[in-house]
């Protein structure tokens, strides 16, 4: 009995000493560069405009958040995420390598990217939650994220050991904005990267000139999203 007890101390002792292992691969960072302890809950409420001076560009709310690769080597890495409430808006995404819109509840998961071995360097998520045009302060977004090494599958990149986890809510407090729903197709405003509007309300990008736009989109639920956009 004693052995045995001895064998299974041994084996959760070791179970924990590889998750703690795990968990230490990367680690997430605040803006203000201090580390988010695993399973935290960070919460968002500053509003910006997308495009400073142009409230036309639509509003977002930043998170703020980067990662750290504290490994020692250059590693694979993917982010996995669960959105569990969102209101008034969708959450885009720009992490390790491509940027994607997360519009609905549910789960979801990056392609892999490389996380440099220098300590120092940060990788920022570029997570945004775009507000709709209308958003009243009842906007909201609550999504779970976790870091996972990435591992090669057959052909495929896929999730591995899994490292740190933390909820992030995105809590617009504004007032005096009222909801207004929109029907109708989608719908682009167009400005060059120096604020000038090209274009607006228009129902197709073809005819623009070879060069880098901020592209407006606004869908048939009011929901505006922005990115940047090559013209080739």
Not at 56 to 74: F, K
């Amino acid at each position: 009995m004693k052995r045995l007890f001895t064998f299974i101390l041994a084996t959760v002792l070791g179970t924990t000493a590889l998750m703690a292992q795990n968990k230490q691969t990367f680690e997430f960072v605040d803006a203000k560069g201090k580390v988010i302890p695993n399973g935290s809950t960070v919460t968002i409420n500053k509003v910006e405009e997308f495009m400073p001076g142009i409230p036309e560009a639509g509003l977002i709310m930043p998170a703020g958040i980067s990662v750290r690769n504290i490994s020692g080597n250059a590693q694979k890495v993917i982010l996995a995420g669960t959105v569990k409430n969102m209101k008034e808006g969708v959450l885009q995404v720009c992490f390790p390598t491509d940027c994607k819109r997360w519009e609905n509840v549910g789960t979801y998961t990056t392609k892999e990217g490389d996380l440099p071995a220098k300590k120092t360097d940060l990788t920022s998520l570029e997570m945004e939650f775009c507000l709709a045009e209308q958003a009243t302060d009842q906007a909201n977004c609550t999504v779970q994220v976790q870091l996972y090494t990435a591992k090669k599958s057959g052909k495929d990149w896929v999730k591995d050991k899994p490292g740190p986890e933390i909820t992030i809510v995105f809590d617009k407090t504004a007032t005096g904005i009222n909801t207004v729903s929109t029907e109708g197709p989608v719908t682009y405003t167009v400005y060059t990267l120096q604020g000038k509007l090209v274009g607006k309300g228009i129902s197709s990008l073809q005819g623009l000139a070879k060069g880098t736009y901020i592209i407006q989109k606004k869908d048939n639920k009011g929901v505006v999203s922005a990115e940047k956009h090559i013209i080739q």
